[in-house]
């Protein structure tokens, strides 16, 4: 699959994040936030002819991209790997149910992945 397809993938996540949010399904919203920037980083990969490894954590592939551009260590001054923790939760019936602020900061984190990924695809 193309590094496009990835991108394209985490915008539709992102679509689909935010929509959640509108419904006030805020588990839903965090975990599309988490596929957005999972998929966006995998997209970098991708573009760099990188392996894409089979994992949810948003820490590990930012680890994983900075060992082709080191700028993608930024991302953790943002605390953008606390999306990990969306990957799984969210889907099953937990004791801890998101609040719409924290899916909203969810969204934001996922937001700024997107950017930062996109930028890096389009400078030379």
Not at 33 to 57: M, N, W, Y
Not at 98 to 114: D, F, T
Request: aromatic residues 10%.
């Amino acid at each position: 699959m193309s590094f496009r397809k990835w991108l394209e993938k985490a915008e539709k996540d992102l679509v689909l994040a935010k929509n959640s949010l509108s419904l006030g399904y805020y588990d839903y919203a965090t975990f599309h936030a988490q596929q957005c920037a999972e998929k966006a980083l995998k997209a970098f990969l991708v573009s760099k002819g990188k392996p894409i490894k089979r994992t949810h954590d948003i820490g590990e592939l930012i680890l994983l991209c900075a060992d082709v551009d080191s700028e993608f260590l930024k991302l953790f001054d943002d605390d953008v790997d606390l999306l990990t923790a969306y990957a799984v939760e969210a889907r099953y019936p937990t004791i801890h149910e998101p609040e719409k602020e924290e899916a909203e900061n969810a969204i934001k984190l996922a937001e700024l992945v997107l950017a930062f990924v996109k930028s890096k695809l389009t400078s030379p």
